[in-house]
């Protein structure tokens, strides 16, 4: 099986904690350049150092702010003409939580912005040098609630189904330039913002670790997935060995989602 990502150049986002950061060391073990791109620089520092570099790879920072949504674009345009991208993963934090009834507005044009916008400015910054390496993994990390909606995630549900919408068209349309276009669906991951998820559904009335009780009964193997776990199937995406996979969903929820 051919895994190797030597000689290709990734861009991951939101790569300072979470499930990016996680992804962004999966890649560079596979032997990928990566450019790391968040808004905090420091931490994208550390990150930078922490990458295997044993393949000769040579890793790079870009420090943008989506909240800077002009600046970031301008950043982003002079990099992806500075540098052939091969890989991009989308992924942003989500909105936060609450219920759809109540949600304000501008509540989903931001999110439209970060999310969809976002992922169609960094697509059309990286496709020309896909295309013209004739390879190229546009993975997004979305939600399982693209297939089953989230109960107080009203905004997020609602957007998530819009980037999987996105992704599939776009699948349709550059498959014949060798690109793939997939999405990643995690489940309850150890991340920051599942504790945001964890303190909502708490309030007042429960503590975390009932909830969290709550949320380990949902998923068949009994946990919350580690970051690591979530990455790995990004990164086998991104590799020669699935150039067949394209235009699909891969959930990596412990089997949380009831649907197929």
Sequence with gaps: MNLSLSGKNALVCGSSRGIGRASAIELALLGANVTLL????????????????????????????LNEFEDFKRKLKVLSEDRAFHILINNTGGPPSGSVQIAEEDAFLKAFQHHL?????????????MKSAGFGRIINIVSTSIREPINNLGVSNTIRGAVGNWSKTLANEVGQFGITVNNVLPGYTNTGRLQEIVQARAGDTKTNEEVMEGMY????????????????????????AASYINGTNITVDGGRTRSF
């Design 117 to 129: 916008i976002a992922n169609q400015f960094l697509m059309k910054c990286v496709l020309p040098s």
């Design 38 to 65: 968040s808004r905090t620089e420091s931490i994208l520092k550390e990150v930078r150092e922490s990458l295997d570099t044993s393949l000769g790879q040579v890793h790079s920072i870009q420090v943008a702010d």
């Design 217 to 240: 009964s949902e998923v068949p193997l009994g946990r919350f997935a580690e970051p690591v776990e979530v990455a790995s199937a990004v990164a086998f995406l991104a590799s020669p």
